[in-house]
């Protein structure tokens, strides 16, 4: 199955929770991503699933700088049920690439004075708060990070662990541009325009976290 693209309704057949995790992250892809996604739900729907989840983002706002907080925006309105992680640590996915691309490099780059706060998570927690709100059948948004947040540099720091760290201030428009530029390119770089902005767009988030009311002591 593709969103956006044609599938069989039956495919939902007999199953009581979907977790909706599908994203193209093609610029200009909001309208297949929304109209994608609904169909899905509306077809999950219609075969009898009991509970519908959008693992949504930290970054999704109405007035997200970026096409992907937007549209992750957007998308929360057809949920009953919603997690908001912020980067999830672990071995794979985007912090995986974030940190493997970091430690490629002789200096870290930080978007201006690197302090921006970071919403992060452990992958072993953010799965089990996701596994409570799911098997307690939960509904509303559920913003799953720490509630202290570490800044930029430290995270970097993290993910170099056990390397010399070189910090490399870039100013935010500079760095948007040299971003752009090389994934027109396809070069591995650290953060693509699309998490840059993101990252500026944290200071100002709405977001509190509400991981201590799921999992007390984290």
């Given at each position: 199955m593709q969103l956006g693209g044609p599938f069989d309704a039956s495919v939902f057949a007999g199953i009581d929770t979907v977790i909706h995790c599908a994203h193209d992250f093609t610029v200009g892809a909001q309208s297949k991503n929304v109209e994608g996604t609904r169909a899905w739900v509306e077809a999950a729907k219609s075969?009898?699933?009991?509970?519908?989840?959008?693992?949504?983002?930290?970054?999704?706002?109405?007035?997200?700088?970026?096409?992907?907080?937007?549209?992750?925006?957007?998308?929360?309105?057809?949920?009953?049920?919603?997690?908001?992680?912020?980067?999830?640590?672990?071995?794979?996915?985007?912090?995986?690439?974030?940190?493997?691309?970091?430690?490629?490099?002789?200096?870290?780059?930080?978007?201006?004075?690197?302090?921006?706060?970071?919403?992060?998570?452990?992958?072993?927690?953010?799965?089990?708060?996701?596994?409570?709100v799911v098997e307690e059948a939960r509904t509303g948004a559920f913003n799953l990070f720490y509630e202290k947040q570490p800044s930029y540099r430290e995270l970097v720091r993290t993910m170099k662990a056990g390397q010399r760290t070189v910090f490399l201030p870039i100013p935010a428009g500079l760095a948007l541009g040299l971003a752009r530029a090389a994934e027109a390119l396809h070069l591995p770089i650290p953060l693509k325009a699309a998490q840059i902005r993101a990252l500026l767009g944290n200071r100002t988030a709405p977001w509190k976290s509400d991981l201590g009311k799921l999992l007390p002591g984290s």
């Open positions: 075969q009898g699933a009991r509970m519908q989840v959008l693992l949504s983002s930290y970054s999704a706002r109405a007035d997200a700088d970026s096409e992907y907080g937007r549209t992750k925006f957007e998308m929360e309105r057809m949920f009953q049920t919603v997690l908001r992680p912020g980067l999830v640590m672990g071995d794979g996915g985007l912090y995986r690439k974030q940190r493997a691309a970091l430690r490629r490099l002789p200096v870290a780059p930080v978007i201006g004075d690197g302090l921006q706060p970071t919403a992060v998570i452990q992958l072993a927690d953010f799965l089990a708060a996701a596994t409570l």
